[in-house]
């Protein structure tokens, strides 16, 4: 069974850009959950996906924003980008009731 | 929502010897999981264990096992017969039975010692 795949692995974006990321999540796997592990602010819960809609979200601004299609794959965005943004980004799929389980991640730098 | 802390920023171990890394954790779920991750150089999160909590009994995983302690709402990791490749960033993460929003604690870095 193929793991869950973030794409792209890396990304440098300019300040004031913006982004996606992707996360096809393990087949069978309707819950999908993003991320963001910085030095500074450690592991971050951003938000939850199940069914192609939205469950929980973390404390993160609104220009930090997702979806999830009908396939269970989802992507992430963030619009205007900040220094601060620069971050590795994981997605992680499960099944309702057992363990998450995590791409490799996108690094994005900023700059 | 949980709040997880691992008091341990740093440990060291002798190979072959063993060594706990703690966790302690406050949740308003009445039901929850919690598990351990690691994350070597690679950055690539590994499940570890994970404990049910309505399961008295601590999960066991061949040299990984948790002391889980409900009301003190602790949960520790006990890593038996230590090998160079147990180095690495253990996360300790916290999440309601119906979700799949974790919450991590800082992490501590597991160095092994030849």
């Known amino acids: 069974k193929a793991g869950v795949t973030q794409t792209p692995r890396y990304l440098i974006k300019t300040r004031g850009q913006q982004v996606t990321l992707s996360c096809s999540p393990i087949?069978?796997?309707?819950?999908v959950s993003w991320y963001q592990q910085t030095p500074g602010q450690g592991l971050q819960f951003l938000f939850e996906?199940?069914?192609?809609?939205?469950?929980n979200k973390g404390n993160f601004p609104g220009r930090f924003s997702g979806r999830q299609f009908s396939n269970s794959r989802s992507e992430m965005n963030v619009s205007t980008l900040e220094l601060g943004d620069s971050a590795l980004y994981l997605c992680?799929?499960?099944?309702?009731?057992?363990?998450?389980?995590f791409g490799q991640g996108t690094r994005l730098t900023v700059v | 929502a949980q709040t997880v802390t691992q008091s341990q920023p740093e440990m060291s171990v002798q190979e072959a010897e063993t060594v706990t890394l703690s966790c302690t954790y406050d949740?308003?779920?009445?039901?929850?999981?919690l598990f351990w991750y690691k994350q070597p150089p690679s950055r690539q999160m590994i499940l570890v264990i994970r404990?049910?909590?309505?399961?008295?009994q601590n999960a066991t995983e061949n040299r990984f096992s948790v002391n889980f302690q409900k009301a003190a709402k602790s949960f520790s990791l006990k890593i038996s017969d230590s090998q160079l490749g147990d180095a690495a960033m253990y996360f300790c993460?916290?999440?309601?039975?119906?979700?799949?929003?974790?919450?991590f604690g800082a992490g501590t870095r597991l160095t092994v010692k030849p």
């Open positions: 992680a799929s499960g099944i309702i009731g057992t363990a998450a389980f």
């Open positions: 087949s069978g796997h309707r819950s």
């Open positions: 996906y199940f069914s192609e809609t939205q469950r």
């Open positions: 949740t308003s779920e009445s039901d929850y999981y």
């Open positions: 404990q049910e909590a309505y399961k008295q």
């Open positions: 993460a916290c999440t309601g039975r119906n979700n799949n929003d974790m919450r």
